[in-house]
């Protein structure tokens, strides 16, 4: 029995060890593979706590294994042991050797604690109002997250478009119950409080984008109701000048370009669909104006670029089809369902060609 | 000794409240509960604290607009007065005066009553003139939370030391019912402790501002 | 009297009403153990549910709906209705025993705290056959909860506050019973760890119950009663709830597992056959835990955004409760060193139990370093650490202790050899479930995910997951069947049947007789009936003649006041519904049946009665049963 335990404990210690070093997971999504400087903060303080923790572990392990497999009770021994009441220098070293670990984990602790929170570069506001440090404001709902760019005045849901190599600042908050923004791979997570807006800085590195293929998942990590697991969205990690470049089509998505009709005839008739059906909700110009508790659905502009349908379904028309006949199937509770009445064939083929129009000009 | 052995006043003990075992546990464990529903009432204060003033929109009343100091100050005082007299109920129940203790505790009753109409004619007045509600902020569900369920302990006090009364009118002090009227002022006491903090917290830093 | 009172009917009839009534702290801990034991089953049930739904990705075993209800039943269950009174029935069966006394200090309170508790738990699981159970999670953060649809989360919150004031009774009795009803000789230094865990582990439920009291209420209120403690419309604040529950919860987990030590350090002491090493260090570290326990809530929450001041100060203070942590591992394993180790099935879970809690406690301090928590929290690294504290600390203590003190409680062995069998399916499948999920976590897996899509690198770890939950509950079925097939056999083992039992419950003869000590003994020290053994007696020396014994009166009340507010939780939950007029007087007649039943306790006098010296001398040669 104690051999096995033993070799137990061994197995643990050593599948941890193996599987820590080797990394493992994807690099769109795994914490262990940090993207930037804020997620290699958190991993670096968390080899260092696992490192002293590992070394916590085989200390106690070989004492308990020795313990074990030494003072085992041989067959009809009925000798009394030696009762020991306790060693004072035992209990100092105890005490005094786990505090040295702890302070040793602490100072870092406390320095990274405070280096993540440091968002100060969101408060120096130039004359118009505007920052120089990237500022997205993130909004929250169920099940779908909304990414605004106050300085660059455009907005978008469900892909965040971020350039890689700077450190880009966020305000985030929820509108309808409480969610939490969370990019495994950039770094660690923050609420999304429904009463107050919290800051949070990411930082995502060019290489290390290349090698997700500039490409990471987000999640939601507070549980928000039955679709709380499906409210993922996407992380286009882009070099400054690809997302300088994607601002400005962004903004060239202005009202003008989102009324003019689609050259193809059946994306024309699914933007009348759209119009009749769709836009109370969703807006399709970058420059939504009207204020957040209007906006109760997805901005699509630039839809046709985007990664994923819905957060979770592939990017094709046929996807696309399936959840807008019955969103219900794939994200169960979301605020879509039954808003818009039943579709023919017809009208979700003319929809689903219009929507997946809807691209940013090259 | 046994819990229904007559006594006079020279064998009656010195704390006939923990004379007998289950006098000094139902002591100690009362105290305890005292303990637990000091952390009940600190909560209740944080929440209050947090959510002053916390109101939907300007139209709301808030702390400054309400709270009158007559008023309070004579519930604090009606208060204040009867957990003096349940000092005195208790003061002739160790001295084995059954008559008189009954005769104090008649009067922190009147006493306590009478602060239960003033609390009542308050919530009436807040609620009829200032629209200050319940239902109407969270401020107002602070408010009337932690003032309620103080309000709550009084009734339930109240009620307590009047069913002792009744109960032990026609036989009185014993082992046995000692520790209960004990406990029973020793509740009233800590009523009166929370309603000064509630005074304090509430009234008086609510009117500061 | 006595005997009138205890032999008048038979049967099973008389067996349910006696049980009923009963205010005997020991047929109370089989209550316990038997309410404890089936809610524990449930909530494993459920856990089986999940796992089987996390098995493979894109499952469709339950619906997202569903798998919520389930998750959240499954954590509040196992905590609430599981974990608490099983350890509840072994304070109830052993403490009073291992300090001598004749009860607990107040038995029928004792009664209406099992029956509070019992009433409370119904109340919340009758919400699955009623519309629906809670979804909000066993944290019911206050966003969430309030737009829950339904009336799961008003089950959550009535049957609750229903339990948690039993809960809070019986804390407060059993530290009234340890302050005042020790046998002559029991010094506060000479009691049994468990004794001494029990007493801080019911301090701990004295303050950190009403801050979850307050939290409940308010949330009531929101949700039937109209108020805006947590509508941000109506300016309130989620994050108040979320504090609350912390200030409540943490010290929660030190309420189970604070207990589970104590179990422990009974276990390692007696098949060791040394004496706990460090006794005085061992009582210091725990009340060092229990007070640091109130001083580390806000590490659950770290991502609020509560600030780095509020995250820095919160992550030292965490970091400092695995010291005295430390201390108790290291004087258990002193304590089995140099000893003459038996492995006897509570022995292994006790071996079992070092690495495994080593395990958790590590992973909690790592999760100490908030900026690392951003990372770990709310993902599956939680989840395998929790799971590690709480089932590597607390079920193999629940186990362990089970196997251990079965003698005691029912006078019969569980047998060792079913028993080795679930320690090692249990142990096995325990590692396999939840060591994996620390991965899984760090892979980037949220925690509570009704599924979990393709792709993400996240498919074999899940199914080694499940796999390992398919073992623990082999493992359960098993101790199952042996605990059915030792009470069908019913062999009776007699006194001190471990035979090295080293505290005063196993000076008993066995069954334990309902007065408990004939009469009073005197303890001598720690470990009073190994000292008494090594001198050669075989059982404890008395510490007062023989007199009358003075025992409580059974009681119908208690079940009578649980059940008046059982019935008004449903007035109070219904009454916001369209239509449903009857609610207000069922609330209305539900707490005049709670307050009745009060009053009519307070009038009533009720001395109890005596059991004459007499009896207790004819009943010298039987070890008087009932």
Sequence with gaps: MKQKLTKWRLFTVVGLMALVLSGCGEPFLSTLIPAGEAGQTAYDLMMLSTWIMVGVVIVVSILFAVAVIKFRRKKGDTSIPKQVEGSHILEIVWTVIPILLLIILAIPTVIATFDLADTKAMDKKNEDGTTDALVINVRANLYWWEFEYPNQKIMTSQDLVVPTDQKVYFNVKASDVKHSFWIPAAGGKIDTNVENVNQIWLEFDNEKAADADNLFYGKCAELCGPSHALMDFKVQALPQDEFDQWVASMQAIDAAAAEAAPTDPTAAAGQEVFNQKCLSCHAVTTADARPEPARTAPNLAGFGDREMVAGILEHNEEELKNWIEDPEQYKPGNKMTGTYGELSDEELDQLAAYLMGLKVEQ | ?209 | MSTIAHTQKKGFAGTVWEYLTTVDHKKIAILYLLAGGFFFIVGGIEAMMIRIQLAVPNNDFVSAGLFNEIITMHGTTMIFLAAMPLLFAFMNAVMPLQIGARDVAFPFINALGFWLFFFGGLFLNLSWFLGGAPDAGWTSYASLSLASEGHGIDFYALGLQISGFGTLMGGINFLVTIINMRAPGMTYMRMPLFTWTTFVASALILFAFPPLTVGLFMLIFDRMFGSGFFDVSMGGNTIIWEHFFWIFGHPEVYILVLPAFGIFSEIFPTFARKRLFGYSSMVFATVLIGFLGFMVWAHHMFTTGLGPIANAIFAVATMAIAVPTGIKIFNWILTIWGGSIEFTVPMLYAVAFIPSFVMGGVTGVMQAAAPADYQFHDSYFIVAHFHYVIVGGIVLGLLGGAHFYWPLMFGTMLSEKLGKITFVLFLVGFHLTFFIQHFLGLMGMPRRVWTFLEGQGLETGNLISSIGAAFMALGIIVLLVNVVITQKNNVQVGRDPWKDGRTLEWALPSPTPYYNFKQLPLVRGLDAFWIEKLEGKTEMTPAEPIGDIHMPNNSFMPFVISLGLFIAAFGAMYHADEGKGWAIPVLIIGMLITFGAMLYRSIKDDHGYHIHKEELLDDAGKGGTH
């Design chain 2, 1 to 209: 000794m046994a819990a229904e052995q007559k006594f006079t006043p020279q064998t009656w003990p010195e704390s006939p409240e923990q004379a007998t075992l289950e006098g000094k546990n139902k002591f100690l464990g009362f105290w305890f509960f005292l303990g637990g529903e000091t952390v009940l009432f600190a909560s209740l204060f944080a929440t209050y604290l947090a959510l002053k003033d916390s109101v939907p929109s300007d139209t709301h009343a808030k702390a400054a607009d309400l709270f009158e100091l007559p008023l309070v100050f004579l519930m604090t005082m009606l208060l204040l007065t009867s957990s003096l007299t349940s000092v005195f109920a208790m003061y002739h129940m160790k001295n084995y005066n059954f008559k008189k203790m009954q005769q104090w505790l008649f009067i922190t009753v009147v006493l306590g009553l009478a602060f239960l109409g003033c609390e009542i004619y308050e919530f009436n007045h807040y609620y009829h003139e200032y629209e200050h509600k319940f239902t109407s902020s969270a401020f107002g569900s602070a408010f009337y939370t932690l003032v309620g369920f103080h309000g709550g302990h009084v009734v339930f006090g109240l009620s307590w030391i009047i069913a002792l009364m009744i109960r032990n009118a026609k036989r009185g002090l014993n082992l046995y019912n000692a520790p209960k009227f004990y406990l029973a002022s020793l509740y009233w006491h800590f009523i009166d402790v929370v309603w000064v903090f509630i005074f304090t917290v509430v009234y008086l830093m609510g009117m500061v501002g």
